[in-house]
C-alpha cells in the first residue's frame, strides 16, 4: 500500500474513531489508533477502556464495524499495548 493511500486510510480511520469517541468518554475510556499493518488497524484502548472486561466486545462491535463501514479494506482492529 503506498504511503499516501495508507495517510488516507488513517484518516479515514481517524475519523470514524472520533465519532464513537464521546460515547467512550462517557464512560471514562478512549482510544487511539497507532498504525495500520497488513489492512488490521493497531489501536490502544486508554483510560477506563483499558481495563474494562466489555472492552472486546466495544471493540469488535463499535469500533470495527464503525471503521470498516468507512475503510472496507480493513480486516479487523486489534488493540495493542504500547
Known sequence: ???????????????????????????????????????????QLLGACHSCNMSAMTLKAGVEEAVKKVAPEIIRVEAVEE
Open 1 to 43: 500500500m503506498e504511503a499516501v493511500n495508507n495517510s488516507e486510510l488513517f484518516t479515514k480511520i481517524e475519523g470514524a474513531i472520533e465519532q464513537l469517541r464521546p460515547f467512550l468518554e462517557a464512560d471514562g475510556g478512549d482510544i487511539r489508533l497507532l498504525r495500520i499493518e497488513d489492512n488490521i488497524a493497531k489501536v
